[in-house]
């Protein structure tokens, strides 16, 4: 197929110090050893990068003295103008864009800009876009991240959550899928899933295909972190999964052709998909941060990306200090729209003719009772959703792209919709009457997994602590964290494990150390519902993440500290976000 897999060279590292040092703006950088020089533009947390070149003639920019604002620099060749903070030449005006580079933080508040290599490997063997019949392309939306393609005489699915929970149990489906999900499933030709958290990788809904198609072909990304990094343990027996590298073409037929990316802030875990049928490009970003390193097809048939936010337990598991619950509401407020604003954005530089908000359509739903039901009742209602219709809205008063929300089992015709985006058989809606939102959920047979889980041997005895952090391997950082087991009014739990973690050598002091340091206290509320030992071990990363029966409590009234925890757990994977549930 002439195609490469695509790879990623680091260009440049800076220090946890060098990255504090840098001013709000455009920032002129220098790799000491190969002596090439890069751009970095600042703009409150958002980093943007380019190599210090410009596309002309190869000559070196400097600032921009004409520039009041301090987003442009110049070329000292032909005066030539880039604006850094969108990466568009401005003189001439309309002419191109810089090729960005990737920045990827390393954990500890330093980062290194990395080279994808091809940027744009789906131009290799181009292909022409070909008329497509009516019926020929069809997409319905099953659930959450779940779509099910067909594509010509193939079908093809994606992130397969049809039922049980995901992080353990702190998400639920907000869908009702269509009841025929199985046969679904069953009748596909491939399944793409993008990465292990279990929102898109479902033990539970894979469990029940295996029993029926062991040996469907499922296609996942050469991620550093495998996706079925736990498919021995689960017990669950596939037989046909195909690990295929980034960037490169996979031929399913003469007209279907698919490419798996990396996700640009987190290469080693999140992927996306462009799938290509008769020239026709459909692109899932899925969850990617900054798929590709942000750069990504244009004017894509149908594009399709997450929307909602609220996918992390920050703010809302934390209390002290500054965690007011007006600061927590203006917090969340203003992230929301954050992600908005960036989706919209995205779509409007992209230009796909189609655009569909999904993955995002889950809620926090839990089976128990007292302080704790009434604790995640209390996330619920803080962690407030973007809603989809909002970002259609947005996106409609930006550019001409056609946007659609989806309802579980409705069906878009692809060739309908390019030819006329207002057939009214463009859509096919759910038959009336048909169940939209879930509003119960089978508890009992996961919660009977994670109860059996109290009498495992290993939590006998406390040496599966050391075990298991060393295993995770965070360390070389200044932070404490004591773990304490509590009731679920958050008073210490008798008999339970209450220790400390000293995660700049991974020891575990009986006391906390003399240096300054931040430190962190995280209260387990335990109830009979809730295996105490076994939410330590597999559960800890998703109450962080999502929302669980948590309470983190901070000595500090310092912010930074605190984020600081949620960065490191959360990003850094101090444990990783999927959990043993089958």
Known sequence: MGSTEQTTEILLCLSPAEADNLKEGINFLQNKCTGKSYILYKNKSRLKACKNLCKHQGGLFIKDMEDLDGRSVRCTKHNWKLDVSTMKYINPPGSFCQDELVVEMDGKNGFSLLELSPP??????????????????????LTHACMDLKLGDTRMVFDPWLIGPAFARGWWLLHEPPSDWLERLCQADLIYISHMHSDHLSYPT???????????????????????????????????????PFGVWQQVDKNLRFMILMDGVHPEMDTCIIVEYKGHRILNTVDCTRPNGGRLPKKAAFMMSDFAGGASGFPMTF????????????FIKTERKKLLNYKARLVKDLQPRIYCPFAGYFVESHPSDKTVFLFLRYIKETNIKNDP???????????????????????????????????SKGITEPPEGTKIYKDSWDFGPYLKILNA??????????????????????KDYNLVVRMIETDE???????????????????FPKKRPSREHPYEEVLEPFSNKTPPHATQLEVLPDALQVEQTWDLTGMPSNMRSKNLLMLHLERKKLIPKETMIY
């Open 453 to 474: 889980a109290i009498g495992d041997e290993i939590f006998l005895h406390s040496s599966w602590i050391k075990e298991y952090f060393t295993w995770a391997g965070f």
């Open 489 to 507: 009014d958050f008073n210490p739990y008798p008999g339970g494990y209450d220790y400390l973690v000293d995660f700049l050598d991974l020891s």
């Open 319 to 330: 209390s002290g200090g500054k965690f007011t619950e007006e600061w927590k509401a203006q």
């Open 120 to 141: 744009n490997p789906w131009d290799s063997d181009p292909r022409t876009p070909e008329d497509l019949a009516f019926g020929e392309v069809q997409i319905t939306y």
């Open 206 to 244: 894979l469990k029940k295909l295996a029993k029926r198609r062991p040996d469907i072909p499922i296609y996942v990304g050469n991620t550093e972190r495998p996706v079925f990094w736990n498919l021995n343990q689960s017990g669950v027996q596939l037989t046909n999964i195909n690990v295929v």
């Open 389 to 423: 219709n909002e970002l259609n809205n947005l996106i409609k008063k930006n550019c001409d792209v056609v946007t659609w929300t989806p309802r579980p089992g409705a069906t878009l015709d692809l060739g309908r919709m390019l030819k006329d985006p207002t057939d």
